[in-house]
């Protein structure tokens, strides 16, 4: 019998077309926007003029991190993928699977985190399931749904990019993994590059959120006019991101890899445990489709606001995924959807890293 997969992370597009697309229930007419590749939010039409969004993703629980830490990535990563739709997220519902391991007052602690999290961000728990289960020891603890209702020719969805549109990045690559990888192994990352590099990679954990430049972009923009799409940074990164936005779209891309962002101390984490920023775990950074001629009104709103973006490319009509450097070479973007954060992390932890 074959492997269902032969590495960790979510399944490759081949797997999801093959196994999943075509075996999804019943066809019903008020599902504008389906399940998709690449695609962050189902829509569904409410009739009245407006519709409802829905996205689920794993919840996170990394005893060694801590509850906050854990809460933080379970609430957050839910959020990002509903603030790809140009809207705050306004319900969730959690399934909780925990290990057997976890005792009542830690998970008090990740509760409560969560709790606090949703009524700050004006997020309404309507329900779920809590249970322990046994042989259950991963990070993952179950799953979480989160939905928003809006005006149906507002929300945007991340395969509304068309030609010619300008592909913004906020913030910069590899965000979250080197900093989980900072936070996980201090003491590699202090040996190697001293504490204040160390706190400073670590540090940008706290700007997983990508809603706040979601929101300045819906609001500085026209939705579906001049904003077309939003996808958040997750596996695969910068580069895999903007292939699936692309392949959701039907288009290609020219992306400019000198022009994405890397901060020192993420290129330094990133060669220690020898992943690539391009294609590493990148939660907090945001894709952003944009007609042409309205980036600079959008990266302007972002730097007023302390969000910086930077214009990193193009999409296509040509289905190609090109990559062209500072040099002028061009070349086909080559990546084969493992995600090399995984591998790092596992590895780094087997051989006893601190």
Request: with cysteine; net charge negative.
């Amino acid at each position: 019998m074959a492997a269902f997969g032969d590495f960790s992370g979510k399944v490759d597009a081949q797997v999801f077309k093959e196994d999943l697309m075509n075996l999804c229930g019943a066809k019903r007419p008020e599902v504008s926007c389906g399940p998709a590749f690449g695609v962050d939010t189902a829509i569904v039409n409410l009739g009245g003029g407006h519709a409802l969004a829905v996205s689920s993703d794993p919840l996170s629980l990394i005893p060694s991190l801590g509850m906050k830490v854990s809460a933080w990535l379970s609430v957050h990563l839910l959020a990002n993928d509903m603030s790809t739709t140009g809207f705050a997220p306004q319900f969730a519902q959690f399934v909780l699977n925990l290990p057997p391991s976890l005792s009542r007052e830690q998970f008090g602690e990740y509760w409560g985190h969560i709790h606090s999290l949703c009524e700050e961000l004006g997020i309404a728990i309507t329900g779920g399931h809590t249970g322990q289960i046994p042989g259950q020891e991963s990070t993952i603890a179950g799953g979480g749904t989160m939905f928003l209702q809006a005006s149906a020719d507002q929300i945007l969805s991340s395969s509304q990019a068309q030609v010619g549109d300008v592909i913004l990045l906020t913030k910069h690559a590899a965000l979250s993994s080197t900093a989980l990888l900072a936070m996980a192994f201090p003491q590699s990352v202090r040996d190697a590059f001293g504490t204040e590099l160390q706190e400073k990679a670590s540090a940008n954990f706290w700007k997983l959120s990508v809603l706040p430049e979601a929101l300045i972009a819906s609001g500085t923009l026209k939705p579906r006019q001049e904003l077309r799409a939003m996808h958040d940074v997750t596996e695969g990164g910068v580069l895999g991101a903007l292939i699936e936005m692309a392949d959701a779209s039907g288009l290609g891309f020219r992306l400019e890899p000198d022009k994405v962002s890397v901060p020192e101390e993420v290129q330094k984490v990133a060669d220690l445990f020898g992943i690539d920023p391009l294609i590493s775990v990148g939660a907090g950074a945001m894709l952003m489709s944009v007609t042409a001629g309205f980036e600079e009104k959008l990266i302007q709103a972002m730097a007023e606001n302390g969000v910086p973006a930077t214009a990193i490319g193009v999409f296509t009509a040509e289905r190609k995924k090109l990559l062209v450097k500072a040099n002028g070479e061009i070349s086909e973007a080559e990546f084969d959807g493992k995600d090399p954060y995984w591998a790092a992390f596992f590895k780094a932890f087997q051989e006893g890293k601190r």
